[in-house]
């Protein structure tokens, strides 16, 4: 305990225990501004307070602090949370929310600062660069920012961080209440995503069969099976089964900085995990090319394919996948070129559509890979006579001549 003569008073200072999550020591201080009496009573009211547990020590006085606090508290809980998440929790905290947020004391933040916040969001939360002409000098083009709406969506992503940070301020006991609970994120109307046609599907198939073989499987393979970009990507030679024919589905590729190599292959999203799907034989044969001209590129330089090597890769021994937005980003300048308006994940719903009209919801379900319906024995360790049937039906769409 101190009391020390400041100009115009006197100012207290109590030990307030140590701190929980730095280890470093708390105090209290107060600034009396009376006599040295009144400065006594002030401090055995404070070390009252403390007896009482009223001032618990704690690192986080600021949002921005607490945000620390909070992430690296949700990075080590236990609870499973991907590299890709991580990254994108850390891009929030780091881009909107301290900037914004950061400098506030606890008790500041309540249900009307943050439903203002949102409602900035909503208006100006992103910089998007546009094109601003020419340089005349150089000639090249010019760019300037400027800011646009951040999606309903994208705002809620930041006020579930923002309860998670304070839930936990809560329950240390740093702040009475969440304030994140009564505040009302802006709520936006799901957009439908665009599902092709069966033309346009054909079209693209056929414009990619000439121009590039390797997408072209790709998307034949992702349309077949209705497997996600991702599971596509991780699918390795091992998976593959020319004879049956079939492909297993038992990983998740996702690439992400701060990783050995830039990604990391997990389990697949499927509530019922591993999945085993039936392919058509022209699919097949089209495979067994793929993998002798990539037995071939690994010859070349006195190298061999190996088993576990990847489909899709960027290296020659089949050992780094490809990125899945490079697909993406190869497929949207087709389809953009094409007039088409739908991305990767369309071709996987108009798989959906398709089959909803041939095959029954558990076949439909099983090659999708999500749902609440329970996996019997025969789906995990053979392909079933239907879901075989929907392959074929997949295939005779895909490659019907255009009248």
Not at 161 to 171: D, H, I, P, Q, Y
């Amino acid at each position: 305990m101190t009391i020390r003569q400041r100009r115009g008073g006197w100012q207290v200072i109590i030990y307030a225990g140590i701190d929980p999550v730095t280890g470093r020591q708390r105090q209290i201080t107060r600034q009396v501004n009376g006599g040295r009496r009144e400065a006594e009573r002030e401090e055995a009211r404070l070390r009252a307070e403390v007896a009482a547990g009223k001032h618990r020590g704690t690192g986080a006085r600021t949002m921005a602090e607490l945000l620390d606090v909070w992430f690296a508290w949700r990075t080590t809980n236990g609870k499973p949370i991907s590299p890709a998440t991580r990254n994108d929790y850390e891009s929030l905290v780091k881009t909107k929310l301290k900037p914004a947020l950061g400098s506030l004391r606890l008790p500041q933040v309540d249900a009307a600062i943050l439903d203002r916040y949102y409602g900035q969001l909503l208006l100006s939360g992103r910089t998007v660069r546009v094109r601003d002409g020419k340089d005349p000098a150089t000639g090249k083009r010019r760019w300037r920012a400027r800011q646009a709406p951040l999606s309903p969506s994208r705002i809620h992503q930041i006020h579930a961080v923002l309860s998670g940070a304070l839930g936990l301020a809560t329950r240390y006991g740093w702040i009475p209440v969440n304030p994140a609970t009564l505040a009302e994120p802006p709520s936006g109307k799901g957009k439908r995503r665009p599902v092709p046609s069966t033309e346009n599907v054909r079209e693209v198939m056929r414009v990619t069969a000439e121009r590039e073989p390797e997408l072209y499987l790709f998307l034949r393979l992702e349309a077949i099976t209705g497997a996600r970009p991702g599971e596509v990507v991780a699918l390795r030679w091992c998976e593959v089964d020319l004879d049956a024919p079939s492909v297993t589905i038992n990983g998740n590729v996702v690439h992400t900085r701060g990783l050995p190599g830039g990604y990391i292959r997990k389990p697949p999203k499927s509530e019922h995990g591993e999945r085993v799907l039936a392919i058509d034989r022209p699919t097949a044969e089209l495979l067994r090319a793929h993998r002798a001209r990539s037995t071939a590129r690994a010859g070349a330089w006195g190298g061999t394919l190996a088993d576990d090597a990847y489909l899709f890769a960027k290296d020659d021994a089949g050992r780094h996948p490809v990125r899945r937005d490079t697909m993406g980003k190869r497929f949207g300048g087709l389809a953009a070129e094409l007039g088409h308006g739908y991305t990767l994940y369309g071709l996987r719903h108009f798989m959906a559509t398709q089959l909803g009209a041939v095959a029954t919801a558990a076949t439909v379900r099983e090659r999708m890979g999500h749902g609440s319906l329970a996996v019997t024995g025969i789906y995990v360790h053979q392909v079933s006579e239907a879901d075989r049937a929907a392959a074929h039906h997949m295939s005779e769409l895909l490659d019907r001549k255009q009248d």
